[in-house]
């Protein structure tokens, strides 16, 4: 029999190691959205499969916000647990490039060692003689390898779906769920029907994964552990198994450990984690986006029959004596490094020039719907005060005090969020004051909020009170740019 190949040892661990943390960090994404749509169009209630006890409708005549819909899994079955999404994704892009970089080396390797004779089937009788191996697993016997090969003939199957059918279609349907992509390239997300459905297929592929790994390790203890553990260790077919044994379990033991450290650090240094990991994603993240122009376009008969709500309204009556008379008094102060500060009342602000787009809305979470805004250009707005040439970001402060209005005890101060003042220049970043063609509901943020298409959704700040030109964010908030940056971790750079 032949010997098990060194890369074939290092990638097949470094791969143990790498798919935990994609597992447990995309149960982590999950738990922050956990229902799974067939389609983009599909409203609350109308799930395939649902995570939670807890159900929205769409017909629900109170209110609720999608945060609401999160939920808080254990750590041991999500990384780092305990309602942490922020950090989930972080840990979930931080270690694609890796399970990439190993699988890519291991395809690699494999064709130039001659290995893939062992894992690519060259013959339709790999099939009967699967079935084959099965009926023999059934009785409780062991299947023969293939004459001068490694692995039994349903084993070599099952290896070759699993590296050659579903790892890639996990990297296909991940790719298709981002929303950079789908802003570039729409037509690949209707390969798998739109962000939603690309969303159930990549569930699924990890309840295939899953399955998998359940068989794979059910079926090493079965043809004996020691044994099994001495192949993918030492490589051969040794005559005593009790290094190979005691290597194996120590390289578990490691895998695990390392998963509770980054576990544990995540949970208690979660301000290191969110930039450390950022460290790692952030410039794949700008290269990749470099690639091609973000542009939203859809049409309005897209538009979704329900459009989720993020965020409570403002509580304290200063709004809801605004609201009552239409926002008559409302005024959006503008100022900070600007030659012109002004403070517009609606009219003068709409007096600007009003434009409408029909987009897709991303929220982090992984719920999207499409609503056409109409607003002003912010770009009309930097005409106007024409910022000095110190201002680097623009920060926009909102009403809603989220002490007050989101149910966290540890979390406080009012929403705010900010872009880097390029993008005000792009076309589609606008102070929306209509959705869907009439004013802007007070819940999705009457009478003034942001929309950058180009951004997720938490950085489209509703109730707008105020926007500033600044240098720098250090001492705004806790200083990361936004108030879900600061509280929830959520990436500085949220670019689609
Ligand atoms: N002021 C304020 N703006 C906010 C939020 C918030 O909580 N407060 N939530 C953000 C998030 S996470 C999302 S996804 C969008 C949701 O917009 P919608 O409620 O119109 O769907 O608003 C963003 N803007
Ligand atoms: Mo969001």
């Known amino acids: 029999m032949p010997e098990t190949p060194v890369f074939v040892i290092i990638t097949h661990w470094l791969n143990v190691l790498f798919l935990l943390l994609m597992a447990r960090s995309g ?24 995570f939670s006890k807890k159900n929205f409708g769409a017909d629900s005549r109170r209110m609720w916000s999608g945060e609401n819909e999160e939920e808080s899994w254990s750590s041991v079955v999500a990384l780092p647990g305990k309602k942490n999404l922020g950090l989930g994704r972080h840990w979930h892009f931080a270690t694609v490039p890796f399970w990439v970089l190993t699988g890519a080396v291991y395809v690699l390797l494999m064709f130039t060692s001659g290995w893939w004779r062992y894992m690519v089937p060259t013959g339709w009788d790999i099939f009967p003689d699967s079935i084959k191996a099965v009926g023999t697993y059934l009785h409780f ?31 296909a349907t991940g790719a298709a769920m981002s929303p950079a992509v789908l802003s570039r390239f729409p037509w690949y997300g ?63 033991a490691l895998i695990i450990v390392v998963h509770a450290v980054a576990t544990v650090f995540s949970l208690r240094r979660k301000r290191s984690t ?30 979704s029959p329900y459009f989720r709500v993020n965020g409570y309204p403002p509580t304290d009556p200063a709004y809801d004596a605004l609201a009552a008379d239409g926002f008559a008094d409302y ?49 009309r707005v930097l005409e106007l005060v024409k910022p000095l040439p110190s201002a ?12 007050l209005t989101d149910e966290h005890a540890d979390r406080y ?55 500033e030109f600044v240098e720098d964010l250090s001492d705004i908030g ?19």
């Not at 806790?478 to 689609?496: K, V």
Request: charged residues 15%.
């Open 274 to 303: 969110q930039h450390l990991l950022g460290a790692i994603v952030h410039p794949l993240e700008h290269a990749l986006s470099r690639a091609a122009r973000s542009h939203q376009h859809q049409r309005r008969r897209k538009i």
């Open 392 to 403: 680097r970001f623009i920060v926009f402060y909102a009403m809603d005090d989220k002490g």
């Open 27 to 50: 149960m982590e994404v999950l738990s922050a959205f956990p229902k799974m749509y067939a389609r983009d169009d599909c409203t609350p209630g109308r799930e395939w499969a649902r």
């Open 141 to 171: 016997q062991l299947p023969k390898p293939i004459p001068g090969e490694p692995y039994e003939p349903a084993q070599k199957l099952a290896y070759f779906v699993v590296v050659f059918l579903l790892a890639p279609f996990q990297i």
């Open 190 to 252: 209707k390969l798998f029907g739109g962000k939603q459905g690309a969303r159930s297929l990549h569930f699924l592929g990890l309840v295939a994964f899953a399955g998998f790994v359940v068989l794979h390790t059910f079926l090493v203890v079965i043809h004996g552990l020691p044994k099994e553990l001495t192949l993918i260790t030492l490589g051969s077919e040794l005559a005593d198994h009790t290094v190979g044994l005691v290597i194996g379990l120590g390289l578990i």
């Open 331 to 379: 005024r959006l102060a503008v100022g900070g490094l600007v030659e012109q500060p002004v403070s517009l009342s609606l009219p003068e602000l709409t007096a600007l020039g009003v434009q409408s787009q029909t987009t897709d809305h991303n929220c982090i979470q992984g719920w999207t719907g499409i609503a056409e805004w109409s607003g002003v250009p912010l770009s």
């Open 478 to 496: 806790q200083g990361q740019g936004g108030w879900r940056e600061d509280f929830q971790q959520y990436s500085t750079y949220a670019g689609i």
């Open 413 to 467: 101060g009012h929403f705010y969020g900010s872009l880097e003042i390029a993008l005000a220049a792009d076309p589609q970043t606008i102070l929306a004051v209509g959705m869907n063609g009439v004013p802007l509901p007070v819940e999705h943020g009457a009478p003034v909020r942001l929309r950058a298409e180009t951004q997720l959704g938490f950085k489209m700040v509703k109730w707008l009170r105020g926007i």
